[in-house]
């Protein structure tokens, strides 16, 4: 099992930054994706970034291009989101996702979340 744990979100005014950070322990896999998902109150779970393990490609959502990006610290085994001109739109719960096993069924494991919120 994948232990996820998130840091990092806060309040922030708009066009703020923050970077959150996901750190992963317990059982390794040699290929798989670590994702960021958020929720805003009342709000469907949202993709917003995932890169891959086994090459740092990287995927976003629309609404997040050129304002976040995700990385990666393999020594540390954590995942970063670094958020840049932060709307009042980009308020939400931020997840950290780990996608394992892809093509062998998968297996997802979800951190606890962190909130963060911008004010306009």
């Known amino acids: 099992q994948v232990q996820l744990v998130e840091s990092g979100g806060g309040l922030v005014q708009a066009g703020g930054s923050l970077r959150l950070s996901c750190a992963a322990s317990g059982r390794t896999f040699s290929n798989y994706f670590m994702r960021w998902f958020r929720q805003a109150p009342g709000k469907e779970r949202e993709f917003v970034a995932r890169?891959?393990?086994?090459?740092?490609?990287?995927t976003y959502a629309d609404s997040v291009k050129g304002r976040f990006a995700i990385s990666r610290d393999n020594a540390k085994n954590t995942v970063y989101l670094q958020m840049n001109s932060l709307k009042p739109e980009d308020t939400a719960v931020y997840y950290c996702?780990?996608?394992?096993?892809?093509?062998?069924?998968?297996?997802?494991?979800w951190g606890q979340g962190t909130q963060v919120t911008v004010s306009s």
């Open positions: 890169i891959s393990w086994s090459d740092s490609s990287t």
């Open positions: 996702n780990f996608l394992g096993g892809v093509g062998v069924g998968g297996v997802q494991y």
